[in-house]
Every structure is written in C-alpha cells, then in structure tokens.
C-alpha cells in the first residue's frame, strides 16, 4: 500500500481547541473532525501508510481504535478528500507510517460532523467563469455536479 | 441570447452599458470600509433608489486621493440580454471582476478593477426591496475583497468603538437582535450584511466590523415589537419580509473594533445569556457566515483561516433570544463589555 495524503488542493482546514475544521472548497461541505480524528488528519496531511498507521494505533491503544480509524479514513475518502499514491516513493518507503505525528495519550472516536449550508448555496447559485478570450456572456464549462458523499 | 464579444483578452464589464452620469446629478463621495467611491446617477429621480442605504457613507473628498466610480443607471430603454437570464446568475470576470445578473425584475452589478461598480436595471430592479437595502451588493463585496474585506452574512452592533458579531443561521433574529441593542443606544453596523477586515488589517489582535448599508429586514411581529413599523419602508422582499430604512432612526455607526462574537440561541421564555462558549463551538456558527451571493473555492480559502483565527481570538458568548427586547439588548451590551475587558487572547 502507498502514501495517502490529503488533497490540499480540495481541502482548506485550520485546527481550533483540539477540533479540525475542513472546508471542501470544491463542493461547500464543511467538516468538523474531533476526537482521535484530528490527530489522523495531521498525519495525512504529512502523508501515511495508512496500514501501518493503523498497526500503530492497534499497539499503542486497541484493535477496536484501529477499526475506528479505519472506518474514520473510509469516511475521508468518502468526501474525496485524500489522495493515495499507489506505490511508496524511493524517499517514504522507510518513513515511519505517521510521519512526525504525535498521539494523544488516551483515544477517544474519531468523529466527522458534516454541515452543507454552504455547499446548498453553491450547488443553486455556482459561480460562473467567464471565457478570458471570448469575454461575457461566454463562459467556460462547468464542473459537473459532485455525486452524493456520506453525510 | 445574443453575444457581444469584446476584444480578445480583455475584460470589460458589459458593451452594453453607455449610460454616463446625467449632469444635474450629484456626485456622491462615500467611503465604505475605507474605500473611496465617487457614486453618479444617470437620472437625478434615481437617487431615492440608493442612497437611503448607503448616504450614511459621505464623507469629504481627499485631494488626490483615487476613488472608484460607482455609475448607476436605468434600463428603461434598449435591448438587454441580460433579461434572458432565467435566475439570478453571477459571473467571475477576467481580470478579477464580477457580474450579478438578477432577471425578475430586472438588475445587473458589475464590479471590475478597470471600470469600478456599475447598477444598472429596470425601474421595478432598481426600486425592489433587496436592491434599495443592498444596493450593488455583490458588486461592493467583490471590490471590498479585492481591498482585504471578507463579506459576511452577520448583525453587528457598537459600543465606545468596540463591537460584536452576531452570528446565527437566517431567521434567528440577528437583526431584531442588532435593531434591539440600536434602540437602546448601541451604534447599528449592520442586521446581515457588514465587512470584516483580513488578517493583514487587524490591530492590537481584533478585526474590525465594517457597515455596508443602513436598512434592516424585519418580520412585522419584531417590527411592531421595536417600534419600527412606522419607519420609512424600502418595499417587502421576495419572502414578504419588510425593510426598514434605520438612518435617522437609530445611531449608525461605519465601524467597530470586534471584541464579541454573540452567537443566538432559539428563543425561549426568558432571555439567556451571555454565556461564555468554545471557541470550536463559535466557528461553527461563524463559517456559514460567509456572503451567499457569489462563494467560489477562492472565497472559501480566504475565508477558512480568517474565521478560524476570529474564533480564536475573540471571546464568544451564547445569547437566548426571547420577546424581552431590553434584555436582549442588556445580554450584547453585556456581551461587549465582557469581551472588552478580556481582550483578544
């Protein structure tokens, strides 16, 4: 298995009081991870072997917090919001599986609260970009509209 | 529809628009979150139609100093594709402009580096309720962007200069909220649209709240409860919300340095609060916030470490809202003082 990252591109994310706020600046959506959550997404955004990831959480808390973010990374992907690479590069294939991340003490769940205010009104009103040779009214395509992600 | 290509490359805002100022119009020096704007009517019966909710601005003009020109004029005759639009549509133009198109009734903003801010519609676009209380709207918020000034959907209210946010999803009463505290002597910055400044313009670790218009929305029932169904009325939205013009009304205010984010809670029998509240707790009020007319993932990575470093920053507090006006506006006051005196952290 490869590195996985976060798609930096997709998400902007700022940390507050220990709770991870992600804003999928493509669709609107915006996620509020806390618990164990926050510290995974740090290590993603470092990048990770997600498999070792989770033997690492295994030994170092319980099998049930592995499966817990396991399914917490599931989650991410979901949202389209990691990126994997399928193969480690010459630099990572000796890197340790969370990067430089340190864990908490205690685990608690991982959690994603999910709030679509914003992605409501860009999905009704989406901006337009005009075509900067034709000028207005002509405007370049649209992306297509994003498919339904877990919620 | 029919298409008018300007010249390869550039950017202009619209081949239609040939209106110029008319002579016997005024020109109108404002200064809108320390933007300097020169506003020109191409009819003089035209200036009921804006200035009631943005004359609160004038201000001297400064020799030498550039201001942008804001030309407003009316459609009432030519042919304007623009009407073929079935919704409201907005635009982002090369070279940083941008284009809001509303078709019923009719009502075009273009705001562009090259030319400033152009209002131009329909009698029935220029006199509808949402255009006389945001005239431009779109328009002021992409210049004010440009200008390191984030857009947001919030009330906020003044006190000896400093101020608070009030954050709450549409219909908890932000601006019976703002319109309470005014009552009581608080300067009105705004009900639900005020300018907040960027990270580079903050001082001694607080933003400040900038007005953008003088005019409130209110449902009859908070209307009728603030005394304010005898103000001057701008016409009922698309919803059949009335607005309210507030200049001469209540103190308005053109700023204020934030030292509160208040956060509304449902009404309840009696008025809560402030209640201190986490600063995670206040973002997530505070990030749907951001101006719902024209969000892109440009405005959306502005945003994130803005409101993120506001929460926290700013001391936050929860408010109940209930039918007891002066004690709402007693818990913003309170709000206020509260977070003045603990400063930003």
Redesign the interface.
């Known amino acids: 298995m490869g590195r996985t990252t976060v798609d930096q591109g997709r998400a902007a994310h700022e940390s507050v009081e220990g709770e991870t706020l992600v804003i999928d600046t493509l669709s609107g959506r915006l996620l509020i991870i806390s618990g164990f959550g926050s510290a995974v997404w740090d290590a993603l955004v470092e990048g990770a072997d997600v498999e070792r990831l989770l033997e690492e959480v295994g030994q170092r808390y319980d099998s049930g917090a592995a499966d817990a973010v396991a399914a917490f990374v599931d989650t991410l992907r979901g949202h389209e919001l990691l990126l994997e690479e399928t193969a480690p590069s010459e630099d990572q294939a000796d890197a340790a599986p969370s990067g430089q991340t340190s864990w908490p003490d205690a685990f608690v769940q991982p959690t994603v609260e999910t709030y679509d205010e914003i992605a409501d009104i860009m999905t009704m009103d989406p901006v337009h970009e005009v075509d900067p040779d034709l000028g207005w009214p002509h405007t370049l395509p649209q992306p297509a509209p994003l498919p339904p992600t877990p919620g | 529809?029919a298409?008018?290509?300007?010249a390869?490359?550039?950017?202009?805002?619209?081949p239609r628009l040939t209106a110029r100022p008319a002579a016997d119009a005024g020109s109108h020096h404002l200064r809108i979150a320390g933007v300097a704007l020169d506003l020109r009517f191409s009819e003089r019966d035209l200036e009921p139609m804006v200035l009631p909710a943005v004359g609160m601005h004038r201000s001297e003009l400064v020799p030498g100093e550039p201001s942008v020109p804001w030309l407003v004029s009316d459609a009432r005759t030519g042919d304007h594709?623009a009407w073929d639009a079935e919704t409201?549509?907005?635009?982002?133009?090369?070279g940083g402009g941008i284009?809001s198109t509303h078709p019923d009734p009719p009502l075009v903003e273009v705001e562009h580096p090259t030319t400033g801010i152009e209002l131009w519609g329909s009698t029935a676009g220029l006199g509808s309720a949402e255009s006389r209380s945001h005239p431009a709207a779109t328009a002021l918020s992409n210049l004010l962007a440009r200008d390191g000034r984030q857009t947001l959907h919030v009330g906020a209210v003044e006190i000896d200069g400093n101020a608070a946010l009030i954050v709450g999803?549409p219909g908890a009463g932000k601006s019976t909220t703002a319109l309470a505290a005014a009552v009581c002597g608080a300067g009105f910055i705004g009900d639900d649209a005020c300018a907040l400044d960027d990270l580079q313009h903050w001082t001694d670790g607080a933003p400040t709240v900038h007005a953008l218009f003088a005019s409130a929305k209110l449902w009859p029932d908070s209307g009728d409860e603030l005394g304010a169904a005898a103000w001057t009325t701008m016409g009922r939205t698309s919803a059949d919300k009335p607005v309210v013009s507030v200049d001469g009304r209540v103190r308005v205010t053109n700023r204020g340095r934030v030292t509160a984010l208040v956060i509304l809670r449902p009404p309840g029998p009696v008025v809560t609060g402030p209640t201190p509240i986490?600063?995670?707790h206040a973002?997530?009020g505070l990030?749907?916030t951001?101006r719902?007319?024209?969000?892109?993932?440009r405005e959306?990575?502005r945003?994130?470490?803005l409101?993120?470093e506001v929460?926290?920053r700013v001391p936050a507090y929860a408010i109940g809202l209930g039918w007891d006006l002066p004690a709402v506006a007693g818990a913003v006051v309170d709000a206020i003082e509260a977070g003045a005196r603990r400063g930003p952290s």
């Open positions: 529809m298409a008018h290509p300007p390869a490359g550039t950017a202009p805002p619209d594709a409201l549509r907005v635009d982002r133009l090369p284009r999803p986490a600063a995670a973002l997530r990030i749907p951001v719902s007319n024209h969000i892109d993932d959306l990575r945003w994130a470490p409101a993120a929460a926290r």
